[in-house]
T-cell receptor, first 113, second 114 residues
Framework: AQSVTQLDSQVPVFEEAPVELRCNYS??????LFWYVQYPNQGLQLLLK??????LVKGINGFEAEFNKSQTSFHLRKPSVHISDTAEYFC???????????FGKGTRLHILP | DGGITQSPKYLFRKEGQNVTLSCEQN?????MYWYRQDPGQGLRLIYY???????QKGDIAEGYSVSREKKESFPLTVTSAQKNPTAFYLC?????????????FGQGTRLTVV
């Protein structure tokens, strides 16, 4: 069965600094990978997804992620964060041929002024 | 506008009572999901359905039940057997058919047992 590990439960970062949120997955077959963002008391919104092709994926709000098959990772990056990026971020994985989507425990991004 | 509607947004339940959370989508998606969210635990899969009249247990199905009589609707019943039901519940849908694109989420229902 697939699983997702988000290595940091909270990440503080100064405004305009770069950030990386880490995600590792485990699966015996090929996968689809996703990053979602959640603002307080709301549902989740898709930031970006990797289905196939180029391993560098660009998403909304200036975020990007890189799929690394050998390290089974899908880390999320942004070169310069803004106060509006304060939210919780979730990495998710789905195995090809299976509609079940499994989420990590989330990483809270705190932007410091 | 296409999307997923969860209702109600807030729900209070007395201990020992069953309660049903509504989830409706007009995206023509085949697959639908229910997740439970607790602080520090991420999203945990309760049930999912890939097609009408069929559904599978997720990782934490005990104390919950679902039905999928229509493509658009996937209600979740929290039964009195669920020992700790207070949580934020999220419904989602995706195109399905094993071509897995992203899941689209509703705004959630916050259930509180009083």
């Amino acid at each position: 069965a697939q699983s997702v590990t988000q290595l940091d439960s909270q990440v503080p970062v100064f405004e305009e600094a770069p950030v990386e949120l880490r995600c590792n997955y485990s699966s015996s077959v090929s996968v689809y990978l996703f990053w979602y963002v959640q603002y307080p008391n709301q549902g989740l919104q898709l930031l970006l997804k990797y289905l196939s092709g180029s391993t560098l994926v660009k998403g909304i709000n200036g975020f990007e992620a890189e799929f690394n098959k050998s390290q089974t990772s899908f880390h999320l990056r942004k070169p310069s964060v803004h106060i509006s990026d304060t939210a919780e971020y979730f990495c998710a994985v789905a195995q090809r041929g299976d509609d079940k989507i499994i989420f990590g425990k989330g990483t809270r991004l705190h932007i410091l002024p | 506008d296409g999307g997923i509607t969860q209702s109600p947004k807030y729900l209070f339940r007395k201990e020992g009572q069953n309660v049903t959370l509504s989830c409706e989508q007009n995206l023509n998606h085949d697959a639908m999901y229910w997740y439970r969210q607790d602080p520090g635990q991420g999203l945990r899969l309760i049930y999912y359905s890939q097609i009408v009249n069929d559904f599978q247990k997720g990782d934490i199905a005990e104390g919950y039940s679902v039905s999928r009589e229509k493509k658009e609707s996937f209600p979740l019943t929290v039964t009195s057997a669920q020992k700790n039901p207070t949580a934020f519940y999220l419904c989602a849908s995706s195109i399905g058919e094993t071509t897995n694109t992203e899941a689209f989420f509703g705004q959630g229902t916050r259930l509180t047992v009083v």
